[in-house]
């Protein structure tokens, strides 16, 4: 069984500028998550989907970050425009249904000068 | 608001030793708790999943224990290697609305030394 999926998993990108960060989630799994994590804290939940639809984003900058689900497979997500704090890994994660297990890809690791 | 903490930050011991990781939580109504490994430059990697009904989990070498009237979970790691040196992150789900996300600790980092 194929895991998650993410790119890029390296980007460096100067402060103002976007980015947009790519998960394809396992086959078959209804739950979608996005979580940031800065160095040497644990991940923090951005936005969790069911299908194409948001259950919470109680998290979210809305301000700068923004996702998507289409077709309630892959996501996107967002930054617009890029903050030095915004420095971290982002995770994805994908469960069959909310509350159960979820599998996390290896991340995609973003560095904002 | 739930919160976990996780102590140590950090601990280093030689191979062979079996050692405990500490993990608490505020807030005792959780629907499960969750210890992950996370190995540099990659993501997490599930090692034991308890239910809020359940009092220990083992998988080989790694046994789990819950005490939710506490607020406390170990992770006993026996017979420790090389190999386990990793980063330990404990996470709890709560029950209803905007807790039943996952809720981390900032983990405990383990060095084996051989």
């Known amino acids: 069984e194929a895991g998650v999926a993410q790119s890029p998993r390296y980007k460096i990108i100067e402060k103002r500028q976007s980015v947009a960060f790519w998960c394809n989630p396992i086959s078959g799994h209804a739950t979608l998550y996005w979580y940031q994590q800065i160095l040497g804290q644990g991940p923090k939940l951005l936005i969790q989907?069911?299908?194409?639809?948001?259950?919470?984003d109680s998290q979210l900058p809305k301000d700068r970050f923004s996702a998507e689900r289409l077709k309630g497979v892959d996501s996107t997500l967002k930054i617009q425009p890029a903050k030095l704090e915004d420095s971290a890994v982002y995770l994805c994660a994908s469960s069959s249904l909310d509350g159960y297990e979820q599998y996390f890809g290896p991340g995609t690791r973003l560095t904002v000068t | 608001k739930q919160e976990v903490t996780q102590i140590p930050a950090a601990l280093s011991v030689p191979e062979g030793e079996n050692l405990v990781l500490n993990c608490s939580f505020t807030d005792s109504a959780i629907y499960n708790l969750q210890w992950f490994r996370q190995d540099p430059g990659k993501g997490l990697t599930s090692l034991l999943l308890?239910?809020?009904?359940?009092r220990e989990q083992t998988s080989g070498r790694l046994n789990a224990s819950l005490d939710k009237s506490s607020g406390r979970s170990t992770l006993y790691i026996a017979a420790s290697q090389p190999g386990d040196s990793a980063t330990y992150l404990c996470a709890v789900r709560g029950i209803a609305g905007s807790a039943r996300q996952l809720t981390f600790g900032s983990g405990t980092q383990l060095t084996v030394l051989p």
């Open positions: 308890i239910q809020s009904s359940q």
């Open positions: 989907f069911q299908n194409n639809g948001v259950v919470d």
